[in-house]
């Protein structure tokens, strides 16, 4: 009836070590991912950087960085040094 009691309620049965009764209780507790305060410690860089993009794209954002690609895209372009487009080889581009 004990080992039964011990089966429902999650306990061990019959009399363990410390080492194995660390084991049990690792097993035991929720997963570490699961645990809010594991995978919640850092900002979401992907969805914050999507939405800056965003801004940016309806001039609600001023990334510095992106314009000045973006400015030196441009001038070399105007200066002729943008490689032309390759096609891919041995497959052809449907639309």
């Given at each position: ?19 194995s ?13 699961h645990?809010?305060e ?16 965003t ?41």
């Amino acid at each position: 009836m004990n080992r039964l009691s011990c089966q429902i309620f999650g306990e061990v049965a019959r009399p363990t070590n410390s080492k194995s009764m660390k084991v049990v209780k690792l097993f035991s507790e929720e997963p570490v991912d699961h645990r809010k305060e594991i995978h919640a410690y850092y900002p979401r860089h992907v969805e914050t950087g999507k939405l800056m993009t965003t801004l940016r794209y309806y001039g609600l954002f001023r990334d510095e960085h992106a314009d000045f690609n973006d400015e030196m895209d441009r001038m070399r372009a105007l200066r002729g040094k943008v490689k032309p487009e390759r096609q891919a080889k041995g497959k052809q581009k449907t639309e």
